[in-house]
């Protein structure tokens, strides 16, 4: 305190500090929360042009609507893990840059889709299956399917869902590509 018994000026400076700097945080806590759900849906997904013939495969699976239920997955409820939060966001800002990265390096018209198929466990996650389809051992299943889904869950398989569902999410996908970029089918890779 000053000699005269008043507050010191600088005592009150800090104030209008503290209230911008808790609004903006608020604002970024907010903002990034929003911006995590505006991103998360196949309208998002599709902006980019080269992702539209996978939206109209995806609308065609069960995982895009075409189920008795009518149950829709989106986009990053297969293609983000769902682990914790922390390993959720890293991962769609990690796959979000890569993809516009790619969507700015690739010829989507010329590209090989069939061959990335065989990359799909880097961009489809088990975790996130098994966040929908927690049993795996319904009834009505084939035995087969049984006893593998026994041998997925003791661990005695190296395979991930992807490797036996390769075409669950989405329905005719190849075709959908070459559909939209007017091309030839497909066979083994290499047009016809």
Not at 1 to 9: G, V
Not at 128 to 146: E, W
Not at 167 to 187: F, P, Q, S
């Amino acid at each position: 305190m000053h000699p005269n018994n008043k507050p010191s000026p600088r005592g009150k400076r800090w104030w209008p500090g503290v209230f911008v700097g808790v609004f903006l945080t608020a604002v970024c806590v907010l903002a990034s929360g929003f911006m995590i759900e505006v991103t998360n849906t196949d309208t998002f997904c599709v902006t980019c042009h080269v992702m539209q013939p996978f939206r109209t495969a995806w609308r065609q699976a069960p995982h895009g609507g075409a189920n008795a239920k009518g149950v829709v997955a989106q986009c990053v409820d297969c293609h983000l893990p769902h682990g914790d939060f922390v390993e959720y966001v890293t991962a769609k800002a990690y796959t979000g840059s890569r993809d516009i990265l790619m969507n700015m390096v690739i010829d989507a018209q010329t590209y090989d889709w069939v061959e990335r198929l065989h990359s799909r466990r880097e961009f489809t996650y088990d975790n996130a299956c098994r966040r929908c389809h927690q049993n795996l051992t319904p009834k009505g299943m084939r035995t087969s399917g049984i006893m593998a889904h026994k041998q997925y869950l003791l661990g005695t398989l190296n395979k991930q869902c992807v490797d036996c569902h390769e075409h669950v999410g989405h329905k005719n996908m190849i075709t959908e590509i070459n559909k939209y970029y007017g091309k030839k089918e497909l066979a083994q890779g290499k047009p016809q």
